[in-house]
Every structure is written in structure tokens, then in C-alpha cells.
């Protein structure tokens, strides 16, 4: 800034020729002018005011460049000390004779940003010509002055930037007791058999970690203690143990995108390039996979990069696809320039840069959204038989499937172990899902809490669609990761047994709902049946009752004529013989209610002799009309028998022949009594 303005006031004096110049700028915050380059008028032209001197302020309503910065009017004076705007003082504190001021505003985006003022013209006064051509001037000051405060303002930025990062390297890096205790923590002799696909690094100790990193370190690339005679460095074994520990420090305490998961990755890599039948990726591959997978979650938050664009994450708007992937690669980068943590720095300028190309390629092929892509192109070649190892798309390809597998390896593990993993996977998944819902948006199903009963579904789902087609390619290209789809497999079968088992649950929970309602309609239908066969009965029984109360009304009517005519014989032996006729008659009606009784007990007898007979043939027997009755009760849920009617009334709604034939005998008798009394009478 500070040369910017030099050079616009020594530009402006010679385009006007001027003894001296001035540029003051606008302080808006404070309503004043300042400056801190002047011409002290030594002949030495302007100069910066010293370290030790106060840059000059004023207000803004005060002397000539207060009035143009305030009205934004150009003065031109031929001579100042008539002027009241005039401030006399600087001269007699100096000793220099102001005689003519050309004073014009600067300014910028329709705003005053500052004031230039021209002192003494060498020949003559300030013209009009004066005034035009440093008019034109002022505006390419303007600009000029516009761009120079942006970049004070970046160059302080840049300065914050570098403070800050340096605070953070501090707080990101290892410390020197962590250092010092994995640095001078000699390897195992032998080295440990780690090179199994049903190895567990989750039943590690967190301070193991570092150094099995360091074991695979040594058996890839053949590492050895620096101090050893003889030994040709390829890695510096100090800034390895930072670089790892470093690495380690910058995973969050997240559920699954951890320390322990960047570790697992790591090591899954290392058993496929260990348990190989032949080199399939030279050094630098090696290399740039192992510390890919090391590396590859670096400082991640959690979530995916679908809600990092939603939040709209500053870096979402950094990177645009494969938001996180970008961002673990970023802080590789960070995390190998810091000083002491360059574990690259004795290779070769062209190894350098293809070992961070394929660990960048390495990063962003652990993005899933890319792996459809890369898995549809890979099985094309290998099903046209047409991989070749010296192609290098195809060895591209290839690389990227195993980060992908590498990156999956969890599914691969017993699983007791991916039960687990796959819990603190959904456990991170909703933690996601509960800020999303936080901030007014619906997750979806997989990382709903809510839904937590499906996770089962959602790992067959997974394996099915992601983790077996992408370990059936590996296979076909590296044999050695087959117990990886292997276990797959076997895991695919133990999750979809708990989804059969769940699905048999809710299917016998929703029988036992459906049986529960049905019953619940049944018991009210039954109740209606059965009132609908007792309302049956009961007008059967009812129909009966009235018959027998006719019969008896008529017998009463009968017995009362009998009474009345006994009651007219004036004699006590008629009486008498009156009393023992009616002893007879109400003997009589009680046997034949009996015997009618009797009948029905038979008739009754014979229906369910039938019925049995008719079950046991499975036909369909028809039904006369006087089991009609009996029919619907036995058709009833109800089975309960009607209780036995008084006087031995039968439920039948005609009468039996015996019934009759007792009636009858009865009617008879009755007649031959009536017709002896009335001889007797005689």
C-alpha cells in the first residue's frame, strides 16, 4: 500500500508539475484524514514517516483537504493565505510559503477514499488543463488505491492463516513423549504372524497400533533401526514414527471412522500384498496403497458427503465431488510437509510425484459413488478376458477395487467381530440421522434410529449389492483375497438367517393379531347364532306351550262342567262319586304326559343315533322339518342343551302319535264317565 500511494504522488507531481505533493485517505470509522507519506520538502521527494513518528491525523471539517473530503468539490487556489480554509500553521513550523493548492477527491465505488493535494506549480499557477488531466488521473489512482487495500487485507489474512496454522500444527502433531517412547520401543523379533484375513486389529491396545504399523512397515519395505551399521537409509525412521503418530492423532473419536478403522484398513492391504504368490504391485504401489489405507479417513466427521453439501459445509464448497475424499488427501499432504513428518523425502523427484498421484488416486477410490463406476469398467475386462497387468488403466482399476475391498474389510471378519463393527458402523449412521432430523430434514431409512430393527436387512442388502461383487473381481484378479469374499459370504448367510428369523417373528406375531380379531368377531357371530337358535327354541317351545295350554284349557273346561254337575246332584254319594272320577282323570293326564315324555326321549334318541351315522359317512343326510330346530343348535358354536321344559314338555313343534292315543284314551274315558252319571242321575 505504502508504495502504491509513493508512486501515485510522484506521478501526480510531475503530471502537474508541482513543488510538492500530498495524498491523505479516509478514515470513515473515525471522521478523519491521515497520511504517512509526505514530502517534508528536503528535496528528497516524499518519503515514509518514521518508525518513531506518528502518522499525521486531522478531522475531516478542518483545511483544504478537509473541505474537498467532505464536499467532494475540487478547489484550485491561487493563493492560499487568502483563503480562510488556509492552515498557516505547517508553514510557520517550517518555514516553507504555500502560494497556489490544486486539491481533488479519489474516488472508488461512488466513494471519497481519499484526498490529493499539489503545492506550488513550478511555472505560474494551477489551469484548467491542470485540473482535466488530473482528473483522469484520480480515477486510475482510485483503482489502484482499491487494489492495494485488498491486498493488505489478504496479506494480513495470510499472516492470520499462517499463526493459526501453526497453533494447530502444535495441537496436531505428536507430541516428543509419544515420540520418544515409540522411537527408542524396539520391533519383535521374530516379526508377528499378522498376515491373516481373520485377524482382528479391534482387539488391539491403542499404543500396539503404532508399532504393528511400523512391523508391516519393516516386512514391506525392509525397514531397519537407523543405528545399525551398514544400512542404507530409504526411510527415515525417526519421521516415520512422527508421520504415524501424527496420522493417528488427526482421526476424530467418531464411532467408526476412527483410528482403529484407518489401522484395519491398513493391515487388510498389507495381507493381500504379503500373502501374494507373485509381486503383483511393484515398491511405489505398495507404497502409495499402504499409506492410502493408513491415511485415507483422515479427519473425518462422521457423515457422509451428501449432508456435508445439505449443511453446506465450507468443504462443500472447496470440493465440489468426493467432499470428504478430497479433504483426507488435503490433510496427508498437510500432515507430510510439517517439519520432521516427510517419510518421502529420499525418493527421487519422479517418485515423489507418482507416489502422492496414487496415494491421491488411492484416497478418492474409497468414495462408494465411485466404485459402481469403476466396478462396471473392471468387469467388462475381465469377463472379455483382456486384463493386462502392463496396462496401466487396467492396473488403475485394479488398485481401486482393492481400497475398496481394504476399505470394507470389516464385512470379511468372523462374525462375532462384524457384528460389532457393523453396530458402531449404524451407531454412527444415527448420529447423522438425528442431526438431520435436528435440523428439520427426514433421514434416510438406513440411518434412522428409529429403524433400527432393520439393520440386519441392511447388511444383506449391502453385501449382496456392494461387498460381493467387488471381492468376486478381486478374486478373479488377485486369487489370494478370495477368503475375503469367503467370508463375505459366510456373514451374507448368518444375516439372512436373522432377517428369516425376524420375518417368521412378525409373521406369527401378526397370525396371533389376525387370530386375536377373528376370534373377537367369532365370539360376537357365536353369540348371534346362538340367540338366533335360542330365539328357535323358544318360539318352538312357546308354539308347544300354547298347544298344551289349549289341550288343558279344554280338559280344565271339561273337568269344571264335570264339577258343576256333581256340584247341582243334591245327594253326598253323586259328591263322592264325582271326587273319584276326578281322582281318575288327573291320574290319567299324568300317564299320558308321561308317556308322551317317553316318546319324545325315544324321537330324541333316534336324531342323534342318525347324526352319528351321518358324521361318520361324511354325506349330507336331509333334515325333516321337525329337526329343524335341532339342526341350527347343532350348526351353533353354542352347544349347551336346552334345559327340560316343565311337565315334561318336548321341544318338537308337533305333537307325537302316543300323545294322541293318551289324549284320546283320555277323551273317551272322560265320555263314558258323563254318560254314567247322567243314567245314574236319571
Not at 484395519?264 to 492391504?269: D, E, R, T
Not at 496403497?289 to 493408513?294: A, E, S
Not at 475386462?381 to 470389516?410: K, P, Y
Request: net charge negative; with cysteine.
Amino acid at each position: 500500500m505504502d508504495n502504491v500511494i509513493m508512486k501515485v504522488m510522484n506521478f501526480a507531481q510531475k503530471l502537474v508539475m508541482a513543488d510538492r505533493a500530498s495524498l491523505f485517505l479516509v478514515d470513515h470509522k473515525t471522521n478523519e484524514l491521515y497520511a504517512r507519506i509526505f514530502d517534508v520538502g528536503n528535496g528528497l521527494g516524499n518519503q515514509l514517516v518514521e518508525k518513531d513518528q506518528k502518522e499525521i491525523r486531522f478531522p475531516m471539517d478542518k483545511g483544504v483537504a478537509g473541505y474537498v473530503a467532505s464536499s467532494g468539490k475540487t478547489l484550485n487556489i491561487l493563493d492560499a493565505y487568502d483563503d480562510d480554509r488556509f492552515n498557516r500553521a505547517i508553514d510557520q513550523q517550517t518555514g516553507y510559503v504555500t502560494k497556489s493548492i490544486l486539491c481533488m477527491p479519489i474516488y472508488n465505488r461512488g466513494k471519497i477514499i481519499g484526498v490529493v493535494q499539489m503545492v506550488n506549480k513550478k511555472i505560474g499557477p494551477f489551469t484548467k488543463g491542470d485540473e482535466q488531466a488530473f482528473e483522469t488521473f484520480a480515477v486510475y489512482c482510485g483503482l489502484a488505491l482499491h487494489h492495494a487495500k485488498l491486498y493488505d487485507k489478504i496479506h494480513r489474512s495470510e499472516q492470520k492463516y499462517r499463526v493459526a496454522l501453526e497453533v494447530l500444527s502444535y495441537h496436531s502433531q505428536c507430541h516428543d513423549h509419544e515420540y520418544r517412547k515409540l522411537r527408542f520401543m524396539s520391533l519383535p523379533e521374530p516379526m508377528p504372524d499378522i498376515a491373516r484375513y481373520d485377524f482382528s486389529p479391534w482387539g488391539l491396545d491403542e499404543d500396539a497400533k503404532p508399532l504393528y504399523v511400523l512391523c508391516m512397515f519393516q516386512d514391506m519395505f525392509n525397514i531397519k533401526d537407523p543405528s545399525a551399521e551398514g544400512w542404507k537409509e530409504r526411510f527415515d525412521y525417526e519421521e516415520l514414527c512422527r508421520f504415524i503418530l501424527t496420522v493417528r492423532k488427526n482421526y476424530r473419536t467418531v464411532p467408526y471412522h476412527n483410528w482403529t478403522h484407518a489401522f484395519s484398513v491398513a493391515h487388510s492391504v498389507y495381507t493381500i500384498i504379503k500373502t501374494a504368490e507373485k509381486m503383483v504391485f511393484n515398491p511405489l504401489e505398495c507404497l502409495a496403497l499402504f499409506v492410502g489405507c493408513l491415511c485415507h479417513d483422515l479427519d473425518h466427521r462422521g457423515v457422509n458427503n451428501a449432508f456435508m453439501v445439505n449443511t453446506a459445509s465450507p468443504l462443500a464448497a472447496i470440493y465440489s465431488t468426493s467432499t470428504m475424499e478430497h479433504h483426507h488427501f488435503n490433510m496427508t499432504i498437510t500432515i507430510l510437509q510439517n517439519e520432521g513428518h516427510n517419510i518421502f523425502k529420499h525418493l527421487t523427484s519422479q517418485e515423489y510425484k507418482t507416489v502422492l498421484r496414487e496415494i491421491r488416486h488411492a484416497i478418492l477410490a474409497t468414495d462408494l459413488a465411485l466404485f459402481f463406476g469403476n466396478k462396471d469398467r473392471l468387469k467388462k475386462i475381465v469377463e472379455a478376458d483382456s486384463f493386462d497387468w502392463d496396462n496401466q488403466d487396467h492396473r488403475a482399476l485394479c488398485r481401486a477395487m482393492v481400497m475398496t475391498g481394504c476399505d470394507l474389510c470389516a464385512v470379511c471378519k468372523p462374525f462375532d467381530i462384524q457384528s460389532t463393527v457393523a453396530a458402531e458402523i449404524f451407531e454412527e449412521f444415527y448420529q447423522q440421522g438425528d442431526r438431520e432430523k435436528s435440523h428439520g430434514r427426514t433421514p434416510i431409512p438406513m440411518m434412522d434410529r428409529d429403524r433400527a430393527h432393520e439393520l440386519p436387512a441392511n447388511q444383506v442388502s449391502f453385501i449382496v449389492g456392494i461387498c460381493l461383487p467387488c471381492y468376486d473381481l478381486l478374486q478373479r484378479l488377485v486369487p489370494n483375497a478370495k477368503p475375503m469374499y469367503d467370508g463375505a459370504k459366510a456373514n451374507l448367510q448368518n444375516w439372512s438367517a436373522i432377517v428369516a428369523k425376524q420375518n417368521a417373528e412378525k409373521e406369527e406375531k401378526e397370525k396371533k393379531e389376525a387370530t386375536k380379531k377373528e376370534g373377537g368377531g367369532a365370539e360376537g357371530g357365536g353369540d348371534g347364532k346362538t340367540s338366533e337358535t335360542k330365539e328357535d327354541g323358544e318360539k318352538a317351545d312357546n308354539k308347544q306351550d300354547n298347544k298344551s295350554d289349549d289341550k288343558q284349557t279344554s280338559d280344565d273346561k271339561q273337568t269344571r262342567s264335570r264339577k258343576k254337575s256333581c256340584a247341582d246332584n243334591e245327594t253326598g254319594e253323586l259328591k263322592d262319586e264325582c271326587k273319584l272320577k276326578e281322582g281318575k282323570e288327573s291320574k290319567k293326564k299324568d300317564e299320558g304326559k308321561e308317556e308322551s315324555g317317553q316318546t319324545n326321549s325315544k324321537e330324541e334318541n333316534q336324531e342323534s343315533t342318525n347324526k352319528e351315522e351321518t358324521e361318520k359317512s361324511g354325506t349330507n343326510v336331509p333334515v325333516n322339518s321337525e329337526n329343524k330346530t335341532d339342526s341350527k343348535e347343532e350348526g351353533s358354536v353354542t352347544t349347551d342343551k336346552k334345559p327340560a321344559l316343565p311337565n315334561g314338555k318336548a321341544h318338537h313343534s308337533e305333537e307325537s302319535g302316543d300323545q294322541a292315543k293318551a289324549n284320546g284314551s283320555i277323551k273317551g274315558q272322560d265320555s263314558s264317565d258323563r254318560k254314567s252319571s247322567n243314567e245314574e242321575k236319571k
